[in-house]
């Protein structure tokens, strides 16, 4: 099993920036890659980021030049800077971590982009 702890959310204005963080315990040796989801009241859940083990990433088109996924491999950790945050990125954002056949998911931090 592995187990996700996300930190970092919180209030910004409109153009501001966030750093979230997601650290992963447990079989973190089976972890084939990690990513950010978000969802928003009344919305689906949507990828926003995912790095791969081997360090390859990918990043949704709203938010491409905006969010960089990054990790420490050594603390387990995975990040999201988020730079020019606009209210549409108000959400709650959910770390997820993918094994061979399982998948696990971070209790989620909320991010409030308001004025």
């Known amino acids: 099993q592995v187990q996700l702890v996300e930190s970092g959310g919180g209030l910004v204005q409109p153009g501001g920036s966030l750093r979230l963080s997601c650290a992963a315990s447990?079989?973190?040796?089976?972890?084939?890659?990690m990513g950010w989801y978000r969802q928003a009241p009344g919305k689906q859940r949507e990828l926003v980021a995912v790095i791969t083990s081997g360090g390859v990433t990918n990043c949704a088109d709203s938010v491409k030049g905006r969010f960089t996924i990054s990790r420490d491999n050594a603390k387990n950790t995975v990040f999201l800077q988020m730079n020019s945050l606009k209210p549409e990125d108000t959400a709650v954002y959910y770390c997820s971590a993918v094994l061979p056949s399982e998948r696990y998911w971070g209790q989620g931090t909320q991010v409030t982009v308001s004025s």
């Open positions: 447990g079989s973190t040796f089976s972890i084939r890659a």
